[in-house]
């Protein structure tokens, strides 16, 4: 194999037989952006790189091998200026198509209610201070409730860790919060949705910090205002795990945590 990933990832589609534009297709981007990565013209964010890698199909070694060259070449900070520039809704797409070939997701959010556990009028509320035209706003809400369709898949399991602060920000006028509140406690019964909140009378032992995912044990994206970092690095990895893991054990869960949320969305309605 090249040195170069885009070589490299050129080499392993022609030998797999895949045509470009089907790997382009099932990695979520366009037969463009693939050709630019194939030749060297675009070096490939990690999420680029494991989204060509699961389209086509190869073993856990050569994975783990071009996961280790994308952590050398690529940059891992993403400015959120160039999604906007590029399309939001094609990094939704893009997201969407990791979170299809992910097993366990692990979601901490001191900041806002997970994309994926979304009223549409929250998400708008969300892109509200984008100030984005009327037609990429209705692309950009849409893609993020397609991507939702993935929690009722029983294969997979999702892990939601959200901080009481997030349950009281009035995002929305005080009704449509009652709704977004309303639809947590419904997600939160499905057999293969787990929710925690984080009551802000817990005692705790560090700061919350960024708003961070989880894609099994193989990536993190991590948000932060200015851009979304992106690493598969696996100390990077143990590190956001064993802090998901922390908060956890402060978490209020099942029927107390519904009754937490449940009380904050009557004081909305109120």
Not at 37 to 51: K, N
Not at 98 to 119: D, K, N, Y
Not at 146 to 153: A, I, P, S, W
Request: net charge positive.
């Amino acid at each position: 194999m090249k040195g170069n990933i885009g070589g490299t990832l050129r080499e392993l589609r022609q030998a797999s037989g895949k045509e470009a534009k089907a790997v382009a297709r099932s990695a979520a981007m366009s037969a463009s952006k693939l050709s630019r990565i194939e030749t060297g013209r675009l070096v490939p964010s990690a999420m680029d790189v494991d989204r060509i890698l699961t389209a086509l199909g190869v073993s856990p070694e050569i994975r783990t091998r071009l996961t280790e060259l994308a952590r050398k070449e690529a940059t891992e900070a993403t400015a959120w200026r160039l999604y906007r520039r590029a399309g939001l809704h094609h990094h939704q797409e893009a997201i969407g198509a990791v979170e299809a070939e992910t097993a366990v997701q692990r979601v901490f959010q001191p900041s806002c209610i997970p994309g994926l556990c979304q009223t549409p009028e929250y998400v708008r509320g969300i892109l509200a201070p984008k100030a984005l035209s009327d037609d990429v706003l209705a692309r950009t809400v849409g893609a993020r409730l397609e991507r939702q369709e993935v929690l009722y898949d029983p294969a997979k399991s999702f892990r939601y860790l959200i901080t009481e602060s997030v349950l009281r920000w009035r995002l929305l006028p005080a009704p449509a919060m009652a709704v977004q509140l309303d639809r947590l406690i419904t997600l939160s019964r499905l057999p293969n949705v787990w929710i925690g909140a984080v009551p802000l009378s817990a005692p705790m032992t560090e700061v919350p910090t960024s708003s961070f995912v989880i894609f099994d044990s193989r990536m993190v994206i991590v948000e932060i205002p200015h851009a979304e970092i992106t690493t598969s690095e696996p100390k990077d990895v143990e590190l956001y795990l064993a802090k998901f893991e922390r908060f956890e054990q402060t978490a209020v869960t099942g029927e107390e945590m519904r009754a937490l949320v449940g009380g904050i969305r009557d004081e909305f309605l109120r």
